[in-house]
């Protein structure tokens, strides 16, 4: 059964910074492309970050680069988000995502597992 467990969420002050991390079980964990995702009330599920199985390529969405960095330990089968100078307008649950292969995803139903989610939230 595949398990994804996010945790590193909380509360920040804006300028802030939180390091989320994601770990997997149940899977071959360097057979599979990794993403982060929020979603704040009100608003669709958007693609924070993602990372291909051997950590060569990142992509990130516009309005947190710059800010956020993803990283991989595939011996650890661990995925991390370190969010720097934190806004308000971050304030989400951010969730952890993984389909085999390389191919990031655009599609949420692409991606096959996903996390339970952990609440960020940064306070002005």
């Known amino acids: 059964q595949v398990q994804l467990v996010e945790s590193g969420g909380g509360l920040v002050q804006a300028g802030g910074s939180l390091t989320l991390s994601c770990a997997a079980s149940g899977l071959t964990f360097s057979n599979y492309a990794m993403g982060w995702f929020r979603q704040a009330p009100g608003n669709e599920r958007e693609r924070v970050a993602a990372?291909?199985?051997?950590?060569?390529?990142?992509s990130y969405a516009d309005s947190v680069k710059g800010r956020f960095a993803i990283s991989r330990d595939n011996a650890k089968n661990t995925v991390y988000l370190i969010m720097n100078s934190l806004k308000p307008e971050d304030t989400a649950v951010y969730y952890c995502a993984a389909r085999p292969g390389s191919y990031f995803g655009e599609r949420l139903s692409e991606w096959d597992y996903w996390g339970q989610g952990t609440q960020v939230t940064v306070s002005s």
């Open positions: 990372i291909r199985r051997n950590g060569g390529s990142t």
